[in-house]
């Protein structure tokens, strides 16, 4: 099968990429490498012809024929603005990538006739800060983000029933948890596991924003991976949240990886930025159901993974 995965550069895109090609199916990626980073390829290029990359815009209009040349069957759309952060700063750019890019995307794998678009949605942020937990899917219909992220990446939800209602384009919007795991990429503001072990790594002391009590909900790579996987022929027209259930503290995590590392150093602390959440935790019972899916990884040993590939980087 020809698959489409957009944001194929990126963190998530490049390791769900690289699983596709294992299951041998053609992978054709495209990402405009805002954050992506062609060593994330590497694997993947090594499949020859089986692996195409695209350095493109999703928003260009260059995507209609790329989408008519490959005819993919199944769309992974996980290119984004995908930081909170930025977000705050420039709710244009945010709003101009996350809506009109995934429009752009759902129209043109409309217009050749593709099977499916499965979409990385935003557990942590969908939810606003969340009335109960952990948060369930249908706390989405009453829900009000805290970050313009948040909002353009909830919205995208509503479009996507809507193409599955008038256009017929079948999907399943995968809400993801904190994604950790390789290939994170510990410069940027999104991965606080990556963040904390490269600095713990490097000798430095990490910065604990807040009291550090706020907690997460932090789901490994291989899992989420599995989970995108697993949509391609289940959980049809739903939103489906993929993550533990379990709730870490920062300072938890922090014990967790100075640990596994053997840091003795005192964190740094700093103001909790605006946009952050007291407390996240996903339902993840509708992902056994709806996609025969469960994380199977411990957090003890995700985190040991990803200390080790810091290590090798
Ligand atoms: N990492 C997480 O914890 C997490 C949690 C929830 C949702 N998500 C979502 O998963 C997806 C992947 O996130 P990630 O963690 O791999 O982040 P990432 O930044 O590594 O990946 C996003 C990719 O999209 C590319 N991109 C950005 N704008 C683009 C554009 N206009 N055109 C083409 N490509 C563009 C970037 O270059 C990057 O490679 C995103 O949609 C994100 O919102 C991630």
């Known amino acids: 099968m020809t698959v489409l995965v957009t944001g194929g550069a990126g963190f998530i895109g490049s390791n769900l990429a690289d699983r596709l090609l294992a299951e041998d199916h053609r992978v054709v990626a495209v ?36 989408f008519e040349r490959h005819k993919p069957e199944v769309v992974f759309h996980l290119a984004a603005q995908a930081g909170v952060r930025p977000s705050l700063d420039d709710p244009l750019h945010d709003a101009s990538v996350n809506l009109m890019g995934t429009l752009n995307v759902v129209e043109c794998a409309i217009k050749v006739g593709a099977r499916k678009v499965i979409y990385a949605a935003s557990g942590g942020t969908i ?38 209602r008038y256009r017929g384009m079948d999907y399943t919007a995968c809400a993801l948890a904190n994604v950790y795991g390789p290939r994170q990429d510990p410069h940027g503001e999104a ?14 002391s990490p910065t604990i924003f807040g009291d550090g009590n706020q ?67 996903l339902d993840i019972t509708v992902a ?26």
């Open 31 to 66: 990402d405009d490498l805002s954050t992506g980073r062609i060593a994330n390829l590497g694997e993947a290029r090594g499949y020859g012809k089986a692996y195409t990359f695209f350095n493109m815009d999703v928003r260009a209009d260059g995507l209609l024929p790329l």
């Open 127 to 164: 939810y606003g800060e969340p009335r109960r937990i952990p948060a369930k899917e249908t706390a989405a219909q009453s829900s009000h983000p805290l970050s313009p992220y948040g909002i353009s990446k909830k919205a995208a939800l509503d479009y996507l029933g809507f193409y599955q």
């Open 191 to 204: 991965g606080v596991v990556s963040i904390f072990a490269s600095t713990m790594l490097a000798g430095g």
């Open 215 to 281: 907690t997460r909900d932090y789901v490994f790579i291989d899992d989420v991976v599995h989970a995108f996987v697993q949509a391609i022929d289940r959980g049809s027209g739903k939103l489906v949240n993929i993550g533990t259930g379990l709730e870490t503290s920062v300072n938890g995590l922090y014990r967790l990886l100075a640990d596994i590392i053997g840091f003795d150093g005192e964190p740094e602390h700093g103001p909790l930025p605006p946009g952050e959440l007291r407390r996240s935790a």
């Open 288 to 313: 056994s159901s709806a996609l025969a899916w469960k994380p199977w990884t411990h957090l003890e040993d995700g985190l040991a993974e990803t200390v080790a590939y810091l290590k090798g980087v």
